[in-house]
């Protein structure tokens, strides 16, 4: 077996490549895994679940979580199938309301309804990164918030986004980190507009009030959509809207959604010009089929030179890579075991690039060898690598993991319903 890594690891020097290098890069880079996977986008703050704002799960592959305990269960196994640095996205419909802490609308949410969330967190070593949650809630009146033309439904949903802010702040102060607060809202119309300045006018109030106090260990984004189910009509915050936005204000960051474009625009390309006005550009992984369909993503293309943009760019440590994907027709764990594996697979195939090389030849116009040795790379033994840095880092290697997947189905999941 070292054999193999070893014949692995000399192909690659042949190529002017370090494996051990990547290696020890991607072991440091995190990701923050989406818990809203976990539960088809569910969360327990409502009773009436339907998910609203435009977006969708479909499916119904049984033992979903339904509460803290079995969704940090069900991610506790994922995790143990999956190596690298790991934070947790966690929505502000995942509070944890207790007799003790019984529950309040997303208006009045505080930190202690999260306090279960950061001890787990610190008891497990994750991150933790935040979204207010602007969907699925009666306050959400036409399918507008934020933008709202009512002052009542307005304001209930920046008070919400100021208690996220603050909740952040607290997490962030008690991992010593900073943590992601991201505000992505659906609001939009099913027709054509009658007025497009009006309810960008109000976005934009909105976030002034929502961002006046300051929140150090707060990272702030805003992400923008193009249009949602039964919202095909105007979005309120568009591409445009944020990033001349985030341009306009320091410290807030255009988070960018690779299902939230025209289909054949290419995502990864937009991180290089950010990168050039941002030293941080927070990014939504997920997999659109013909729509915003947030599949499970792959190491696919798609994830393939998103990755590729990330390393050739430098930017590890400027990008926050978030996953953002959730699909109820497969097993929840399964899918967080395939998703955030295909990113770590991604990166470190981004890695094991002669970078340096092909940029040489850009500069210097060789382009013939640019094309063939980037060719070339394609076939190298890259199986071999990451199967060492799945076993460096104690998780199994791909193989081994359905099976681990399909005894806890067997195991917990199917004894659920
Ligand atoms: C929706 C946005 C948003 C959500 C999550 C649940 O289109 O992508 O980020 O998917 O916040
Ligand atoms: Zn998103």
Known sequence: MDNAYEYAKQRYADLGVDTEAAINTLANKAISINCWQGDDVQGFDQKDNALSGGIQTTGNYPGKARNFEELTADFEKAVSMIPGKKRINLHASYAVFTDKNPWVDRDKIEYKHFKPWVDWAKEHGFGIDFNPTIFSHPK?????????????????????????????????????????????????????????????????????QIFEEKCPHVIDSVESKLFGIGLEGYTTGTGEFYLSYAAKHP?????????????????????????????????????PMRWDSDHVILFDDTIRDLAQEIVRCDAMDKTIIGLDF????????????????????????????????????????????????????????????????????????DTECWP?????????LLKRD
Not at 140 to 167: G, Q, V, Y
Not at 197 to 206: A, E, I, Q, T, V
Not at 377 to 394: H, L, M
Request: glycine share 4%; net charge negative.
């Open 326 to 397: 959730f699909d109820a027709s497969i097993n929840r764990v399964g899918a967080w075991v395939v998703g955030t594996r295909s990113m770590e697979k991604s990166l470190l195939f981004a890695l094991l690039q002669p970078n340096k090389e092909l940029k040489n030849l850009q500069d210097t116009y060789q382009f013939s060898e640019k094309m063939m040795v980037n060719e070339e790379i394609k076939t190298e033994p890259f199986g071999i690598v990451w199967d060492e840095y799945c076993r460096r880092q104690n998780v199994p290697v």
């Open 140 to 208: 959400m009146n036409h399918d507008m918030s934020l933008s709202s033309p009512d002052p009542e439904t307005r304001k209930f949903w920046i008070d919400h986004c100021i208690a996220c802010r603050r909740i952040s702040e607290q997490i962030g102060e008690e991992l010593d980190d900073q943590v992601l607060d991201n505000i992505w809202i659906p609001d939009g119309l099913k027709d054509w507009p009658a007025d497009r300045l009006g309810p960008r006018m109000r976005l934009k109030d909105s976030l002034d």
């Open 404 to 412: 681990k997947v399909k005894q806890y189905e067997d195991d917990v």
């Open 251 to 287: 410290g807030v960051y255009d988070l960018l959604d690779i299902g939230h474009y025209h289909p054949t625009e290419n995502v990864a390309d937009k991180i290089a010009s950010l990168l050039c006005f941002f030293d941080k550009v927070p990014l939504h992984v997920t997999r």
